[in-house]
């Protein structure tokens, strides 16, 4: 699919010419091997970068290709340093799914065998939603995030075997960190479960899910805003009256998302008094730690619905 976002610096179309964006340390640029001796590894945004980071810690040295909220997955095309990046890793990690099929050129032309973890292979929820359709964020489907961790732990392992260990203990502890968002999900469930909210796009649906929440919004409407296009005036039309009519506690807006539609729906929500939860698809500015980014995120969807926000 395909997104256009009026706020966000898309970067031009260039097949096989590709761009990097740095989300490790200095040496991670040049070419070759990290003079430190750590493992080169490649992600395709910083979400997964942070992922990989927490697993590896100070024996990978990792680049995110996305490390930008202003850069848009969905339409990045890389240029030549991405590609050598790519080149010299031992391990990339996309999501896979069609978001980031700029990832998967850069390893077809990279002239190199790198191991690869694709999320959304690993996740399997692809084939379970057969011809429903599929939800292709799956960096926030939290049990995919951990078999991501244990997939890359494994990898590292292989690519590492004298710090296997470490890579296996830091799967674990951050696993464990994931289920305490598990936890805050299920608490919001606990209390919550039925309640109606909107969205602006599918990006946090998962862990709408999750918390035992019902998406009120037309899907009609949530598609065109995720395919950068608008909807038809009726469904936004429809859209607004949801949100100001009170027929929902909370509208989850992504904030990497903007365009006179969205701010609609949001301005319309807030003359109702309904909150409206910011939610980002990739790690804010500042934030490097996708726990820290994914618990503050939940908690803002607990004090909207528990009228604290």
Known sequence: MTLRRPLTI???VAALSLAVVACGS???AGSGAP????????ASTNVYGAVVRAVGGEHVS??????????????????????AAVARAKLVVMNGGGYDDFA????????SSPAIVDAVQVSGLEQAAGSGGFNEHVWYHLPTVRKVADQVAKDLGTLDPANAAAYT????????????LTSKLEAIKAQHAGRRVAVTEPVPLYEIEAA??????????????????DPPAAVLDETTRLVAGGDVKALVSNSQTESPTTTRVED?????????????????????DYVAWQSSQIDALAAALNGTA
């Open 10 to 12: 898309l970067v031009g």
């Open 26 to 28: 200095s040496d991670d």
């Open 35 to 42: 003079a430190d001796g750590t493992v080169p590894v490649v």
């Open 62 to 83: 990792v680049t995110s290709v996305i490390d930008s909220p202003d850069a848009d997955p969905h339409e990045y095309e890389s240029r030549p340093a991405d590609a």
């Open 104 to 111: 998967t050129k850069l390893v077809a032309s990279a002239g």
């Open 169 to 180: 203990a830091n799967a674990t502890a951050f696993d464990g960190k994931v289920a305490g």
């Open 212 to 229: 035992g929440l019902v998406n009120a919004t037309p899907e009609e409407f949530s598609k065109a805003v995720e395919e950068g296009n």
């Open 268 to 288: 319309a929500a807030k003359a109702a008094g309904v909150p409206v939860v910011s939610v980002t698809e990739t790690l804010p500015a500042g934030v490097d």
